[in-house]
């Protein structure tokens, strides 16, 4: 119910995934990725605190690892995102893939 009703409001956790979302990058050719042919193989996400009912957020993104698994056979990209709080500057949550 705190998650539907507005008395009382909350915000899904998971809904951190999705607010910090990477964009298209992926599709930009200078990458060379094929979007088409990528696969989310997993995600942890670690919540520093809860996610606010409302609220500006800003998200940042880096590459932490890039495994080449050989010819024809592609790669592992491992990236982390955090979501911070743009009024307070406290991280909201961790998103690691």
Do not use: N
């Amino acid at each position: 119910l705190p998650f539907v009703y507005e008395r009382g409001l909350q915000a899904v956790p998971t809904m951190a995934a999705v607010l910090c979302h990477l964009g298209p990058w992926a599709d930009d050719p200078r990458v060379g990725m094929t979007r088409s042919r990528t696969v989310h193989g997993q995600q942890d996400i670690v919540f520093h605190r809860p996610l606010p009912p409302k609220g500006s957020l800003t998200c940042r993104a880096r590459v932490l690892a890039l495994e080449d698994k050989g010819a024809d056979k592609g790669a592992l990209l491992h990236v982390e995102r955090t979501l911070t709080d743009m009024a307070t500057g406290d991280d909201i949550a961790t998103i690691l893939h």
